[in-house]
């Protein structure tokens, strides 16, 4: 079945660097949903990407949507603290109950 | 407030009883999903519905049941047959096929 592999696994970062996490698969992505768990919280939807080479800001956080489909990634700008948590990508389309499909989360820790 | 509760938090229970995860929505929301998040690791679909009265098997259902008699409610069984239930359960709904899912706080089950 559809398979999201998301890398890395875990990033450690000092404050002020940058971060990026990759959403890889190896089938077109109908659409693709970012969303953040803090930790001991519970996943809070970030967005959505739709387009083919769409890319969405939201302040420090840039998300592209790769040209084939295939591929997303989530880079955020000089961290900060509160930017620690799991971030997971989720395949948000291809069938008709609307299942999504997550990738296994990146968990971004911040050293003040 | 409109949001998605689930009870209780903390959920402790001996070995070979079955136990019964609330989840409740007052978004007037169609969908609702049943996630299994362990540690350090990505959500996996239990089970979900779009319509009352009918669900589906998600991709790790063995062990697990539902109902969805009312809208608003999408109890989960954790049952006898559930071989390692110790997990962070998550509830999600979901207004339509490509909205994002509204996550409950979830409920960590320990089974001793």
């Known amino acids: 079945g559809q398979q999201v592999m998301q890398i890395p696994q875990y990033q450690h970062v000092q404050e002020g660097e940058d971060f990026t996490t990759y959403c890889n698969s190896s089938t077109t992505l109908s659409n693709i949903q970012w969303y953040k768990q803090r930790p001991g919280g519970h996943p809070v939807f970030l967005i959505q990407l739709v387009k083919s080479g769409e890319v969405k800001k939201q302040k420090r956080l840039t998300f592209q949507f790769g040209e084939a489909k295939k591929n997303s990634s989530l880079h955020i700008t000089a961290t900060q603290t509160t930017d620690v948590g799991t971030y997971f990508c989720a395949d948000a389309g291809g069938t008709s109950y609307g299942k999504l499909t997550f990738g296994q989360g990146t968990i971004l820790t911040v050293h003040p | 407030d409109g949001g998605i509760t689930q009870s209780p938090k903390y959920l402790f229970r001996k070995e070979g009883q079955n136990v019964t995860l609330s989840c409740e929505q007052n978004?007037?929301?169609?969908?609702m999903y049943w996630y299994r998040q362990d540690p350090g690791q990505g959500l996996r679909l239990i089970y979900y519905s779009q319509i009352v009265n009918d669900f589906q098997k998600g991709d790790i259902a063995e062990g697990y049941s539902v109902s969805r008699e009312k809208k608003e409610s999408f109890p989960l069984t954790v049952t006898s047959a559930q071989k390692n239930p110790t997990a962070f359960y998550l509830c999600?709904?979901?207004?339509?096929?490509?909205?994002?899912?509204?996550f409950g706080p979830g409920t960590r089950l320990t089974v001793l």
């Open positions: 978004l007037n929301h169609d969908a």
């Open positions: 999600a709904s979901r207004l339509g096929l490509y909205n994002e899912q509204f």
